[in-house]
Each structure stands twice: as C-alpha cells, then as structure tokens.
C-alpha cells in the first residue's frame, strides 16, 4: 500500500479535529456519501484500505459496513488543493446510504438548469448525471 507522507501531512483537519470525506464509487463514479474524519479513522482507514469515519452525533468511530455488510473498499484517496476535504475512491459492497438508497444522494434533485440539454455532450442526458 504506497501512502505520499506529504499529502498525508497536507490534511487539514478543522478546529474540531474533522476533514471532509466525499465517498465516491470507483466504478460508477457516482458520489455515494459525505462523511468525516479525524486523524485517527483516516489512519485506521488507510490501515484497514476500508472506510472509517467519525460520527458526530454519536461521538466515535465508525467502521462502514461493519454491521450492514456495506463495506467500502478503498481504491484511493486524494486530498483537495486546501488539504480541507478529501476524495475517497471505493468498491462498494451494498448501499452506501443508512436509509437503503444506493447514494445518499438519492432524496431527490433541488435543482436543474433549463439549459441543461446544452449544457451537456449529445451523448449524455440529465438522467445518467444524476443517477
């Protein structure tokens, strides 16, 4: 497993000790879950190459998958130009969402341009962007 120590070194962990985790299928490239990390869930993460987080509203660490069976594998994980947010690469294994979704992006779209066929290639629609 290669670990770049300066990009480790290059998190930056807000004033509650947490980074952003944006969770993205290497596969499908669908962004699957938003979650956070302190120093010790993204070691055990990178230890474990499965997902780790932090949970705010319980206030401990949390193995994803590890009472579901929705384990995320990670493929990689980059870290933004800020060092504030985090790009986690994964195999999933079953729903990444608590709810049964797939995404936790799945409630539903708040917002798409009129334009958006334009917007768009002609090979692309609005249904596979936001599926």
């Known amino acids: 497993m290669a670990i770049d120590k300066s990009a480790?070194?290059?998190v930056r962990?807000?004033?509650?000790?947490?980074v952003a985790a944006i969770v993205q299928s290497a596969v499908s490239k669908r962004v699957l879950m938003m979650a956070w990390m302190n120093v010790d869930?993204?070691?055990?993460?990178?230890?474990l190459g499965e997902t780790v987080f932090w949970s705010r509203s319980r206030?401990?660490?949390w193995h994803k998958g590890a009472t579901s069976g929705n384990i995320q594998r990670i493929v990689s994980i980059?870290?933004?130009?800020?060092?504030?947010?985090?790009l986690v690469h994964v195999v999933e294994s079953g729903e990444a969402c608590h709810t049964g979704a797939?995404?936790?992006?799945?409630?539903?779209t708040l917002f798409i341009a009129d334009d958006v066929s334009e917007m768009l290639p002609e090979?692309?629609?609005?249904?596979?962007?936001?599926e």
């Open 59 to 61: 206030s401990e660490i």
């Open 123 to 130: 090979n692309l629609s609005i249904d596979e962007v936001t």
């Open 8 to 10: 480790l070194e290059s």
């Open 41 to 47: 869930s993204l070691n055990q993460s990178i230890e």
């Open 102 to 108: 797939q995404s936790c992006f799945d409630v539903g």
């Open 13 to 18: 962990f807000n004033a509650d000790g947490l």
């Open 78 to 86: 980059e870290v933004d130009c800020d060092g504030d947010t985090l």
